[in-house]
């Protein structure tokens, strides 16, 4: 039982740099999440997917891209890496918006200096 | 004033004691409400749904509150392992897809 895989798990970026954060799940869940946790915070929420070919905006988009080509995959952007990136990233998914909870992968631990 | 708000912390309870949390959220098109619990910043993991009628699982109740928008964690007889962080999540009900976490309440139980 994968669930929901996040790679990589660790990452250091110098400013401008661009990387793609991955995110997999083998459970058919329609929905899927980005989220990213700054310390002493709550998880705030960057894009969102309720299907292959949807994406929608969350709270904090700036700064971040998004695609979800198929159910499986939703990998996040960042194109110009700033220090105010800095940040641990979580991907969820769900199998519905309304009643159903996320399931979590174990987060990307990600610094830009 | 912040969409889902929550108590601010630390919590800092002896073990045996009886803690309770508060979450206050302002959209109330919203329909569906979760407590998830948060360790060392590890991946949230889901404590309970809640529910219109309230739901207890074990020494975890929890209540919703629509009129007054919002909802409430009680635990019963702390131990040491609740130790972590409590999330109070809310979704958007008129904004499908839209799960908003609180910023979290840290709780301590002390031998």
């Known amino acids: 039982n994968a669930g929901v895989t996040q790679t990589p798990k660790f990452r250091i970026l110098k400013i401008g740099q661009s990387m793609t954060l991955q995110c997999a799940q083998d459970?058919?869940?329609?929905?899927m999440y980005w989220y990213r946790q700054d310390p002493g915070m709550g998880l705030k929420l960057i894009y969102y997917?309720?299907?292959?070919?949807?994406?929608d905006k969350g709270e904090v988009p700036n700064g971040y891209n998004v695609s979800r080509s198929t159910t499986e995959d939703f990998p996040l952007r960042l194109e110009l890496a700033a220090p105010s990136q800095t940040s641990v990233y979580f991907c969820?998914?769900?199998?519905?918006?309304?009643?159903?909870?996320?399931?979590f992968g174990n987060g990307t631990r990600l610094t830009v200096t | 004033r912040k969409e889902v708000e929550q108590d601010p912390g630390p919590f800092n309870v002896p073990e045996g004691a009886t803690v309770a949390f508060n979450c206050t959220y302002s959209?109330?098109?919203?329909?569906?409400f979760f407590w998830y619990r948060q360790d060392c910043r590890k991946e949230p993991k889901l404590l309970m749904s809640?529910?219109?009628s309230g739901n207890e699982d074990g020494r975890f109740t929890a209540q919703l509150n629509r009129a007054s928008q919002y909802i409430s964690l009680l635990i019963r007889d702390s131990k040491l392992s609740d130790s972590a962080t409590y999330l109070c999540?809310?979704?958007?009900?008129?904004?499908?897809?839209?799960?908003?976490f609180g910023q979290g309440t840290e709780l301590s139980v002390k031998p």
């Open positions: 997917s309720v299907g292959a070919g949807i994406t």
């Open positions: 809640v529910y219109s």
């Open positions: 459970m058919n869940h329609n929905y």
């Open positions: 959209n109330s098109a919203s329909q569906s």
């Open positions: 999540v809310v979704n958007r009900g008129n904004q499908g897809g839209k799960l908003i």
């Open positions: 969820a998914s769900s199998d519905n918006s309304y009643n159903s909870p996320l399931h």
